[in-house]
């Protein structure tokens, strides 16, 4: 029975085994097909745009070679940042109103006006309000108006010193590189099951030798015992027969 378990356990392993890589191995596949030179890697800096990014949180960059659209997450050059360029989302286009008032909801809750509809921001953390300040402002053409996600501890176009930012301002766009995150949940997978094909391959091979091990006879008694109970046995006897003639 013992020596069936191992052997089943024994398949189980070359099966991860060979799953594990060949999940690998289609990862490595994938990303030579469609690899990532057309993008640039970078890092988010700061908590302007929390919890969508994080600080030092990778993020992969494209050149804007298009129209932007409402809720473009993009890099650009800012009147309200030191930094070179900073992260922000594209709230609304040209030719849009956005308006907000703090002290009116709509539909329950607390949210931004656009184009007389309220707009719907489910990458905020639903606590939160849209806005620290009231606003009301038609984008110029050729602008966005740029809000960050951590509406409560960042700058934005809401502010009426900063307002709607050009579009040559416009550095680039943040994006989800189509393979990023397969690769790493493939190669974090495939690790994984090669781990645990491992692992039940060794203890496979423990079970399988255990089995096959040779089972000792078990030793005759040592001499010295082997004689106390010869004479233990002759006392007895002796006992019996004196007891008998009596």
């Given amino acids: 029975m013992t020596h069936r378990s191992g052997r089943r356990r024994g398949i189980a392993a070359i099966v991860l085994l060979v799953l594990g890589a060949v999940i690998l ?6 990303k030579a097909v469609n690899p990532p030179a057309h993008y640039s890697e970078g890092r988010a800096a700061g908590w302007q745009m929390a919890p969508t990014y994080t600080d030092g949180e990778s993020i992969y960059l494209e050149p804007v070679d298009g129209k932007l659209r409402r809720g473009d997450i993009v890099l650009a050059s800012v009147p309200w940042s030191l930094q070179k360029t900073q992260m922000n989302r594209v709230i609304a286009v040209g030719g849009d109103r ?5 002290s009116s909801k709509v539909a329950g809750q607390y949210r931004l006006v656009l184009n007389g509809d309220p ?4 990458y905020l953390e639903q606590w939160k309000n849209p806005s620290a300040v009231a606003f009301d402002v038609t984008v ?11 509406r409560m501890n960042s ?4 502010y009426a010193n900063n307002g709607p930012v050009p579009v040559d301002k416009v550095v680039s766009k943040v994006v989800m590189y189509p393979m990023a995150k397969l690769a ?9 099951v090669l781990v645990a094909g491992a692992v039940l391959g060794f203890v ?10 040779p089972v000792a006879p078990a030793e005759p008694p040592s001499q010295p015992v082997a004689a106390a109970a ?15 003639q009596a």
């Fill in 184 to 192: 790493v949940w493939g190669q974090l997978g495939g690790g994984l």
């Fill in 230 to 244: 010869a004479a233990a046995a002759t006392a007895t006897g002796a006992g019996e027969r004196s007891d008998a």
């Fill in 155 to 158: 700058d934005g176009s809401q």
């Fill in 140 to 150: 110029p053409d050729g602008s966005v108006f740029l809000m960050a996600d951590n």
């Fill in 25 to 30: 191995g289609g990862v490595t596949v994938a």
């Fill in 204 to 213: 496979s091979r423990r079970a399988r030798k255990a089995a096959a091990a």
């Fill in 119 to 122: 707009l719907d921001e489910p």
């Fill in 98 to 102: 956005i308006r907000y008032k703090p």
